[in-house]
């Protein structure tokens, strides 16, 4: 979350808060012919609303001063407020966040990838969509939102002839308590777009788990496990693109790995050369 916009608000909030207390103090020193510290304490309690007691403007230009300060100061006076809460709770939004993508990274490094790559291989149009991330540390914020939309259109698809039911069955299988223990983390509760992926990808390895031999079914069912892999694979490639933003911008040397890692450039390789 960028928090210089915050910090933007917050500063011009508070020269206006403490310009309207010095504005306030002289202007009640000057209009009800108080002492400093009775000046100063109006200026607060007009602000603060809290209310005058005893001591209270007399004078007619002090009263008309007064609603002025009221309807400034207390605006003022908010704003500072909402914008401090704001400032921190976009601080512990930042933190939550990094752990949430920490998490995301374990995902893709130990699941993800290795399925996009599957999903992929029987995907007929995987050209097309190959076009469009092979990410690059040349890519803007406007370059990463142009491909997401772009995506919202795309036909995914998995052909049946292309895929091997019973290797992707074992690779699942072999990854089901990592992904029971991905679903336990309370950290993701806040994040629904990778908490549906992993519910995509648990639903698609529980219908493996019930079939003995996924290649030796009818048509039929095959077409329906190819429905529950293109689902997972639809926002496999939605999630990968969004992490992908996420290093870059906050993690270069994490975004270089997974730039030559990137499961859809086949020619992609961890060495540098």
């Known amino acids: 979350m960028n928090q210089e916009p915050i910090r933007f608000r917050l500063t011009i909030y508070l020269i206006i808060f403490f310009a309207v207390l010095v504005g306030g103090t002289v202007g009640f020193k000057v209009l009800e012919g108080k002492s400093w510290i009775d000046s100063f304490y109006f200026i607060v309690v007009t602000m603060a609303t809290v209310g005058y007691g005893d001591v209270h403007p007399v ?12 309807i400034l100061g207390v605006s003022t006076f908010l704003g500072v407020f909402a914008n401090g809460a704001e400032l921190i709770l976009s601080r512990e939004k930042r ?10 990274g374990v995902f893709f490094s130990e699941v993800g990838a290795k399925l996009i790559r599957n999903f992929s291989a029987a995907d007929p149009h ?8 092979i990410v690059t540390e040349k890519w803007t914020h406007q370059d990463f939102l142009a491909v997401s939309e772009h995506l919202k259109t ?5 052909e049946i002839s292309k895929t091997d039911f019973s290797s992707l069955k074992d690779f699942l299988l072999r990854q089901r308590d990592f992904l029971v223990r991905l679903l336990e983390n ?37 077409a329906h496990i190819a429905g529950d892999m293109k689902r997972a694979y639809h926002l496999l490639v939605h999630q990968w693109l969004e992490y992908m933003e996420y290093l870059k911008v906050n993690y270069p040397y994490l975004f270089s790995l997974a730039m030559r890692t990137n499961p859809f450039d086949q020619q992609a390789s961890p060495i540098i050369k």
């Open 186 to 222: 309370p950290i993701l509760l806040d994040h629904e777009s990778f908490t549906d992926l992993l519910r995509a990808v648990f639903h698609l390895t529980e219908e493996l788990t019930y079939r003995e031999d996924p290649n030796q079914l009818p048509d039929t069912d095959q």
């Open 126 to 133: 995987f050209d097309e969509i190959q076009k469009g991330m």
């Open 59 to 70: 004078t007619s230009p002090g009263k008309f001063f007064t609603i002025f300060l009221i």
């Open 154 to 158: 795309f036909q995914y698809g998995i």
């Open 95 to 104: 933190i939550q966040m990094g752990k949430m993508n920490m998490v995301i």
